[in-house]
């Protein structure tokens, strides 16, 4: 992969900004569908687990692997587990193989040690970084192989709790007029309300 | 818009499908910036609350809004509010303003009305339902105006508070060898371990 590929401009755009953490997620997402040997999920077909939380380094990782596997944010099958850590488990929920990619911890130290993250150190945004500081840390994961950025463990087979069905039916709140899905419907004094207006003070 | 516009095709290729709540969410996201004038988040400059939560119809809407306003699940600056309602308030970090913009009733009734609702409810994955049975829903939510689509509130300025701020050191961990940022750090028997490890029972 370089910086000319599809998938990266495309990361890169829903990304706002060029550093090697998305690169690295899409590295990770690519790594994990083909050792499925599974496509990108058009719909739910997949659910990805990421180990990283919020508010720290490289947590623009998550953006790369919903970019490569379609596990995206909205549709709801991606979730952070909040360890801290660069690692992503890829699951295909009909079969329920899955593949747990780790980043190894030498790509994770380059990184650290890149022009780049020393100017994040000091609150530089990255958008306000130079391409030109940030390039050979993006292109370094673009270019290298799966086998020298992650331990890929063997495929495991789990069992899945089946989801909750998806939710069709809405309601109008009856204190503010709005929709809300039925799921999410409470009721106040008699009334059909949503939940911020459930949680109003009388 | 249309479905030429780069915005768009940049959603459909993360979202993986042709459905009308990605769109919905595309439009929500320009209609905040355009309200607060205030340009697409390269970094963390805004935060996106969207009051969808998972399983129910038409969450895709939150990969809209990421893609509109790159407020993203990596950069950690989009957040589910869980009310099952269709609706985005877009902060601007530094000035503390706000605007929150609500779906209307009638485009969410239209849109439940849909060919495309019918096979979803049937349980039809999106991506198996013919583009041509689609493209009336998106076409409409893509043209029509935010007046029509949205309840845009007038623009509140909140007092944020601060985030946390990033974290840019890592450990290894001495049990699985494996990378994590600091804040993830547990203490096992005297020795440094990621939360996985910490978790385990001995």
């Known amino acids: ?23 690295m997620g ?9 050792a499925l040997g599974v496509e990108r999920a058009t719909d739910g077909q997949l659910t990805a687990l990421v180990e990283i939380d919020s508010d720290h380094c490289a947590t623009c990782y998550a953006d790369g692997v919903m970019m490569a596997t379609g596990c995206t944010f909205g549709k709801g099958n991606i979730r952070k587990l909040g360890y801290g850590k660069f690692v992503l488990t890829l699951i295909d929920n009909k079969s329920g193989r899955s593949v747990r990619v780790a980043t190894r911890n030498e790509v994770i130290k380059r990184n650290q040690e890149s022009e780049f993250i020393q100017f994040r ?27 020298n950025l992650f331990k890929i463990d063997p495929i495991q087979e789990i069992k899945l709790t089946p989801g909750r069905p998806h939710d069709f039916n809405t309601h109008i709140c009856e204190e503010c007029g709005e929709v ?13 309300v949503c939940i911020p207006c459930a949680e109003k003070s009388a």
Chains 1, 2 share one sequence.
């Open 1 to 23: 992969m370089n910086q000319n590929d599809e998938l990266y401009k495309a990361g890169l755009l829903l990304h706002g900004h060029k550093c090697p953490a998305m690169p």
């Open 26 to 34: 899409l590295r990770a997402g690519v790594a994990a569908l083909k």
């Open 121 to 147: 150190k000091k609150g530089v945004p990255a958008s306000k970084i130079a391409a030109e500081l940030i390039n050979p840390a993006v292109d370094f994961i673009l270019a290298e192989s799966d086998e």
């Open 180 to 192: 809300m899905v039925e799921r999410y419907a409470r009721i106040k004094n008699g009334k059909t």
